[in-house]
């Protein structure tokens, strides 16, 4: 297995760590962060793939995405933000109200 | 020997890397503490970052750190010191109700990739290893050929703005009231 | 434009003119349309008819529009002025102003003033329509909105349940009797290519004879007349007609519209003229009618009602004529008893303005010396009605007799025998209700005595000219006018020498209605209160009209109705489509309400199902390619 090679199942096995991730943990942060783990996973690939083909597609999507992922996270976590303040608690578990 | 050593750094460093991002991942599933599971992350992100800058993407490298790190872990970390106090139940319970099923799933995922990746794994193009990344090529082709994107990811920077502001009138509000 | 479209247009002008503006422009703009334009009407025609004479009688014929063209067919709306719609249309014109003019003086205190005369224009509009069409669906059209013309007038007071009931139950039976015709316009369409009028009549006289039984044709469209001009069984709808304005009644339930089926029939003279069954049924029913309306007649209180009986049985009298085919003397007792009977309505409506609203005859009397005018104008109309001689009733009855005993298309003893009696009735009871409205002493209230005063010139003027019109109308000898267009019938071999046995017969008859009246009803009407005594039985049937509406109601209403409540109702509408639909509805409800459970609001199980998807995704693509 060479470097390329090596570097997808990386890839591949962090975006499944993170999604996971996402399934197991119920802290409402550490789920966002399992979350980023998954969009480091694609920029991996992303990268890996710029590199063997040379053009700059690849490398430039990994730049949109993170512009992507900063605007995520900052709105991800001001509504975890007002979440906590109505739930009193980080536990995803008990953020129910969509049921039905 | 350290000639043959050093022929092979950049492998042996990717290599290394990689098993460390591989391993700081596995970890942020089993910690107990968000905090160290933040930590587990940025390392898992750096050490992606020297990847990066191994396979000769030092520009994005660069960004790697200081955006993902330097930008979204921080605020995530800040995130944390707010609201971990008030956290009841942060130690009582780590793991959801779906903890084996997330368990199968990931099993099934993996083996799903493995198969997949096994019967036609991507591999190094036939002939040369292609033209190393040029920061010239990437700044025109971001800007002529991807203006469409460079113009949509600013507007979302846009509505970012707007979206944090109101926030903030919400919490101004809360506050009041 | 041509004449005779401006004579129809002129009336939906008016119509047009005082629906929308009379409102806001008061009473004297509505008067001046609204009579205006009948009069101008009446001097249009009086124009064209002097050209029909001065061009040697050939008929004027304009096209005023193309309809529609289909295939080869032309479909157009044209007029045709020949004697027959030359007598019918001044008729109309003539007797149409002179009842609007009554009518401004009758309606003066009404405050839909504006809307009446619009609708009784928009009468006249069709009317005209009606005679002047060339071909039958012009005719059908006019048909069609007298009829519409006619359920706005007697409804007109609408906010009476029963009344706007009488307006609805008129429309309802006219349009039973439309069926009727429109099956013979199909027929007719079918066997001959065409609905023009004088061509029909062409094709029927001519050879060969179109291959349709000319009687068939000649039975659908007698339905619509039965319908229009109330014979049994489409009677009912003119008596409950009285529920409108008194001169509603006079023009469209006396002079004109009931008119329009006799129009009919001698119009299509040449189908008649080849359908003996067809004519013998006309007759038969002409003449049942005619004995049945003059019976019920009888046993009647209210002074319209009385009218109204007597004209179903007037036009007994016409269909009979018609029958015998003797068009040209139906058309003859059409002209005379337009004048006769709208003197009688407008005179009902004189003594009911004079009464403050009572119709009961019993509770009036001795209003001779009170009302002076509408006495003696209803006396003339009276006495020309019960066919005294020499005024216009007595010349056209005894037409009608003469060829019921005479013609040879249909004349038969029993049927002048059946006629005369009808005559002797009708000047019985027309006498009755003359002794028992003017004679004697009063037996109405106080209060109503007092205010018991003549009515206005726009009245009393009208019901003089129509006396005068009744007195000497019959001295214009309408067959003869008529016999180059439709001949009279000829005469049954050995009947020539009773001509003056059936004059002198009709004299007698007016005679002793006359006397019997006086006898029965003079003085306080005690002896017809005995006879009434001694039959009351047969009293009650009369009074009640043989029941016939009661009888229609068990007969037709009830089940109609109960088809369309359980069946139409209950299993059609509530069971199969409001069931469908709203079973449609609770299906996708249930399953909306099954397929939430899905959402159980956890996240986890999101994302869960997020990876299940990803693995079926992969699996399948790589095993796919």
């Known amino acids: 297995m060479d470097k390329v090679q090596m570097l997808q199942v990386l890839a591949a096995s962090l975006f499944a760590l993170g999604l996971t991730g996402v399934i197991i943990r119920r802290n409402v942060l550490v789920m966002l962060m399992c979350m980023e783990l998954m969009l480091n996973g694609v920029n991996l690939s992303l990268a890996t793939f710029a590199h063997n083909m040379g053009s700059a597609v690849g490398a430039v999507l990994v730049f949109l995405i993170f512009v992507v992922a900063a605007a995520e996270i900052a709105i991800a976590i001001p509504i975890v933000l007002l979440l906590v303040r109505r739930k009193r608690t980080l536990d995803i578990e008990t953020y129910t109200d969509l049921k039905g | 020997m350290i000639r043959e050593f050093l022929a092979h750094l950049d492998t042996l460093l990717i290599w290394a890397f990689a098993g460390c991002a591989f391993v700081s991942a596995s970890l942020m599933l089993v910690l107990r503490r968000p905090m160290r599971v933040a930590i587990a992350l940025v390392s898992c992100m750096v050490f992606l970052g020297g990847v990066y800058g191994l396979l000769g993407l030092h520009f994005i490298a660069a960004f790697q750190v200081l955006i993902y790190v330097g930008a979204v872990m921080v605020f995530m970390v800040y995130a944390i010191m707010l609201l971990d106090p008030r956290d009841e139940s942060s130690g009582a319970h780590k793991y959801s109700k779906l903890f084996w099923a997330g368990i199968i799933g990931f099993a099934l995922l993996a083996e799903a990739l493995a198969v997949g990746y096994w019967n036609d794994l991507p591999h190094a193009p036939r002939g040369a290893a292609g033209e190393p990344f040029d920061i010239l090529r990437f700044s025109e082709a971001f800007l002529s050929e991807y203006w469409l994107h460079f113009e949509l990811t600013s507007v979302l920077l846009v509505a970012a703005v707007v979206a944090a502001l109101a926030v903030i009138r919400e919490n101004r509000r809360h506050d009041r009231g | ?625």
């Open chain 3, 1 to 625: 434009m041509g004449l005779l479209t401006l004579i129809v247009l002129l009336p939906l002008a008016g119509f047009l003119l005082n629906g929308l503006l009379g409102n806001r422009l008061g009473k004297g703009f509505v008067t001046a349309v609204g009579c205006g334009m009948p009069a101008i009407a009446f001097a249009v025609t009086i124009k064209c008819f002097l050209d029909l004479k001065g061009g040697g009688w050939a008929p004027l014929s304009e096209v005023a529009y193309v309809w529609t063209m289909v295939g080869q067919d032309t479909f157009e709306v044209a007029f045709w002025f020949d004697r027959l719609t030359a007598v019918m249309a001044l008729i109309v014109t003539g007797v149409g102003t002179l009842i609007h003019i009554y009518s401004t003086g009758y309606m003066h205190e009404d405050k839909s003033y504006a809307r009446y005369f619009a609708y009784l224009n928009l009468f006249l509009f069709f009317m005209l329509l009606l005679v002047l069409g060339k071909s039958l669906l012009v005719l059908f059209v006019g048909w069609e909105g007298v009829g519409l013309a006619s359920y706005l007038l007697i409804g007109f007071w609408f906010g009476d349940m029963e009344k706007a009931a009488a307006g609805k139950k008129a429309f309802i039976v006219n349009r039973i009797g439309d069926a009727g015709f429109l099956l013979g316009m199909f027929v007719l369409y079918s066997a001959v290519g065409t609905l023009d009028m004088p061509k029909i009549n062409a094709a029927f006289m001519g050879t060969p004879v179109p291959a349709v039984s000319a009687s068939l044709v000649g039975i659908l469209l007698f339905i619509g007349a039965c319908g229009k001009s109330a014979q049994i069984p489409l009677y009912v709808w003119l008596p409950d007609a009285m529920a409108g304005p008194t001169p509603v009644s006079a023009l469209i339930h006396a002079a004109t519209m009931v008119t329009a089926g006799v129009y009919l029939v001698a119009r299509m003279s040449g189908i008649y003229l080849h359908a003996p069954e067809a004519s013998s049924v006309i007759a038969a029913v002409g003449a049942l009618t005619a004995l049945m309306a003059a019976t019920i007649a009888l046993a009647q209180d209210d002074i319209k009602k009385v009218l109204a009986y007597s004209t179903v049985s007037q036009l007994g009298f016409m269909f009979v004529a018609a029958g015998v085919g003797a068009y040209g003397v139906a058309v003859f007792h059409v002209y005379t008893h337009a004048f006769f009977k709208a003197c009688l309505f407008l005179g009902a409506g004189s003594v009911i303005h004079a009464m403050s609203g009572e119709q009961d005859i019993k509770k009036m009397g001795g209003l001779a010396r009170k009302i002076p005018i509408t006495f003696v104008t209803f006396a003339i109309a009276t006495a020309a009605i019960a066919g005294v001689p020499p005024l216009a009733g007595f010349f056209s009855k005894d037409e009608i007799l003469w060829f019921a005993l005479a013609s040879d298309r249909g004349g038969s003893v029993l049927l002048v025998l059946v006629m005369a009696f009808t005559a002797l009735l009708t000047a019985f009871y027309m006498f009755r209700l003359l002794w028992l409205t003017f004679f004697g002493k009063p037996r109405m209230l106080k209060e109503v005595e007092h205010h018991v005063h003549e009515s206005p010139l726009s009245m009393t003027g009208v019901l003089m000219v129509l006396a005068v019109l009744s007195a000497v109308g019959g001295f214009l000898s309408i067959p003869h006018f008529l016999e180059p267009m439709v001949a009279l019938p000829g005469v049954r071999p050995g009947m020539d020498a009773y001509h003056y046995w059936v004059v002198g017969g009709s004299v007698a008859i007016a005679a002793v209605g006359l006397g019997a009246a006086a006898y029965f009803f003079g003085g306080d009407a005690s002896r017809a209160a005995a006879v009434k005594a001694g039959f009351t039985g047969v009293y009650r049937v009369l009074s009640n009209k043989y029941y016939v509406d009661e009888l229609y109601d068990r007969v037709i209403n009830r089940p109609l109705l109960w088809i369309s409540d359980a069946i139409f109702l209950r299993v059609g509408d509530r069971f199969l489509i409001d069931g469908t639909l709203n079973g449609l509805a609770s299906v996708a409800q249930r399953a909306a309400g099954r397929l939430s459970r899905v959402q159980t609001g956890s996240l986890h199980k999101y994302a869960f199902l997020v990876l299940v998807g990803m693995v079926a995704s992969l699996v399948w693509m790589w095993r796919h390619g």
